[in-house]
């Protein structure tokens, strides 16, 4: 199904090409121009128009409320990439069809960015999800630091691609990691004055964030949020609660919640929402929900 779907994606592709191609010259870009760059999912979205803002025109990939980590490109995907100036995406983990849909959209111009390129990855551990999603947790966006370094990368693309507007980007993505960084410090500060620094989650998507600020994720599922819980992880989940007295379970919003709230209800806690920021949340911007994710689990942890 999944090759089908990618072969007619490339038939349609050609026959775009066909119509619209025809031997004619590209005109040149004029003044005015924008750079056309697409993005795969919210966070990409969100580190590429804090550098970019009016000077560039952004396309998502990935609808919202399309779970990332199952995206596969349709026609609509591979006709923006063939359209567009600079693709952003986050890294070969998060999202394994970039290669291939980058292949196949056969567009010459195009500038490929792998985001995290430098970011100091953390190994997955489970021979499963190595086998699935390669090497690496992709979650790196929800470092404060890691995502410096994106932003950095997104910044040099752009500046590359733009000569006019460098400087623009440049200082753009400085003033950016600045307010990044700020948040960092402030709560590294708060988090190194707690004793308590495990937190209870749904799916395991905050390894990045926890070794920014010395904490631990607990989780019902694991990197990927796929299949069901074992009942042993749940039985050990729930003596951990009891145990250390934990009073909230985060939820993430792409994940079921019903476990979460069944382990909430035996220990005696409350759920409460938490973002990956793999999809938008209404208008709230990275930063928002990157300091109220922080602010929660301070809140959870401080006796
Ligand atoms: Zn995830």
Request: aromatic share 8%.
């Amino acid at each position: 199904m999944k090759k089908l779907s990618i072969i007619f994606c490339i038939c349609t592709l050609l026959l775009c090409n066909l119509l619209a191609g025809c031997g004619s010259k590209e005109p040149a870009p004029a003044a005015d121009y924008k750079l056309r760059v697409v993005v795969t999912f919210n966070a990409m979205k969100e580190f590429t128009q804090a550098v970019g803002q009016d000077k560039i025109h952004i396309t998502s990939l990935i609808p919202d409320g399309t779970e990332p980590h199952d995206f596969q490109p349709t026609t609509k995907t591979m006709q923006a990439l063939s359209k567009a100036d600079i693709l952003i995406y986050n890294s070969t983990g998060m999202e394994r069809w970039v290669e291939q849909a980058t292949q196949a959209a056969a567009n010459p111009k195009l500038v490929i960015v792998e985001a995290s390129k430098d970011t100091d990855r953390i190994s997955l551990t489970e021979a499963d999800e190595i086998r699935a999603h390669g090497q690496y947790d992709p979650h790196t966006w929800l470092s404060l630091s890691c995502a410096q370094t994106e932003v950095k990368n997104i910044a040099e693309a752009l500046a590359a691609a733009d000569k006019t507007n460098a400087d623009f980007y440049r200082k753009n993505a400085a003033e950016y990691n600045q307010k990044l960084q700020a948040l960092l410090a402030a709560y590294q500060k708060k988090f190194s004055k707690l004793e308590q620094k495990d937190f209870v989650t749904g799916h395991a998507a905050f390894a990045y964030l926890c070794r920014d600020f010395g904490l631990q994720q607990q989780s019902i599922e694991d990197v990927f949020a796929s299949g069901e819980p074992s009942a042993q992880n749940l039985a050990k989940l729930t003596a951990y609660c009891k145990e250390h007295n934990v009073k909230t379970i985060f939820v993430e919003e792409a994940v079921s919640p019903k476990t979460s709230e069944t382990l909430a209800r035996e220990v005696g806690a409350t759920t409460q929402e938490i973002y990956t920021i793999e999809s938008s949340n209404g208008e709230k911007t990275y930063l928002t929900r990157m300091e109220e994710n922080l602010d929660a689990i301070y809140k959870s942890l401080k006796k």
